[in-house]
């Protein structure tokens, strides 16, 4: 296929080059990539020498595999970003081991019996403890005044202490320790786990973005978050400003593996975005192709008037500007960090 141009952004051109028959540059609107191949359908005219090597005299597994090029290369990215953060800094996960994550509170029972950030709490009396719903459970099973034994294990040691309820400030009728825990936290894992669960999270990352990319693109749901005094993070429409402000966010919290894990959902978002099955998405073009392989029969090729698409199309494009600029004033307005 001839390819003659690859740009990294959309709308106006800010820079290119030319190396043989390709046009390489840099477009303003930093919100994917494109590659022009000649003679995509019959409405792209191209030089009859060309034509050999036109998108659409291609077979249709060559037609696929270049339409779905770019989504399956967000696809690896992503599985990529996944298991280098998953095997370098750990995934996200419930540890079962319940840990100190904060300084008990000042006069508490935890900072009485001397509890540190960084501790494990393993039991409430005999009651094993692996997540905070757990302990908070066993707190409160027990009343202000009385006495608990709390096993605590600091790095390699393991021991008890004997810790007197006093009154929730919030409730005095109810018990407590005075100490903020959690058993979630980033855990190392070994190559192997890290693939497995780098493809696992793709797979559900895609779920989610496919249930996800109808409800963003819903005027309906587009002109409530706009009109709402408090947009839905959930479901506004955004851009690469408001993916800034929640990275810049992620980065202050989480560090840089939180980043790119950002950056890996970002990229299986895109992917699934990229084959709706609509023109101009990638997808409408393979939707296309699989359309003409099924109506082919006998040695006659048959070929789509793709000018029947174009009112679809441009029903697309004008919902696609809308989202943009549906997404950028809410950026402005409603910053998501």
């Known amino acids: 296929m001839k390819v003659t141009q690859f740009y990294m952004g959309f709308g106006p051109r800010v820079w290119s080059t030319k190396r043989g028959e390709v046009e390489f540059g840099v477009r303003a609107l930093p919100i994917g990539a494109f590659v022009r191949i000649v003679g995509m359908n019959n409405l792209d005219e191209c030089d009859p020498a060309d034509e050999p090597r036109a998108y659409r005299q291609q ?57 540190r950030d960084g501790d494990q709490i393993l039991a409430i009396n005999e009651t094993e403890i692996t997540s ?23 790095d390699d040691l393991v021991f008890s202490r004997q810790a007197k309820l006093i009154s929730n400030p919030a409730n005095p009728q109810i018990a407590f320790l005075g100490v903020s825990t959690d058993s979630y936290k ?47 993070p959930l479901t506004r429409p955004t851009t690469v400003v408001g993916a800034s402000q929640v990275g810049g966010e992620i980065g202050r919290s989480e560090g840089l593996k939180g980043i790119l894990i950002m950056l890996a959902s970002v990229n299986v978002f895109v992917g699934v975005f990229n084959m709706l099955p609509l023109l101009p998405f990638d997808g409408g073009h393979a939707a296309i192709a699989t359309y003409e392989r099924f109506r082919s029969r006998h040695g006659r090729i048959y070929r789509a008037d793709v000018g029947k698409m174009v009112p679809v199309a441009t029903t697309v494009v004008a919902l696609l500007a809308m989202l943009l600029f549906a997404g950028l004033y809410l950026d402005v307005t409603s910053p998501l960090g």
Do not use: C, W
């Open 186 to 232: 980033y855990v190392r894992q070994n190559i192997f786990s890290a693939v497995g669960y780098g493809l696992a999270d793709v797979a559900t990352a895609a779920r989610a973005s496919v249930a996800g990319v109808f409800v963003v693109i819903n005027p309906a749901n587009i002109f409530s978050n706009v009109v709402a005094d408090q947009p839905d």
């Open 132 to 154: 905070r719903s757990e302990l908070i459970a066993a707190i409160v099973a027990y009343k202000p005044g009385d006495a608990v034994d709390v096993k605590i294990q600091r």
């Open 59 to 115: 077979s249709y597994p060559k037609r696929i595999f270049v339409i779905t090029a770019g989504s399956v290369m967000h696809m690896i990215i992503a599985v990529t970003l996944f298991i280098g953060v998953y095997a370098t800094a750990g995934r996200f996960g419930n540890t079962k081991v319940l840990h100190v994550v904060t300084a008990p509170a000042s006069g508490s029972p935890a900072e009485e019996i001397g509890l």
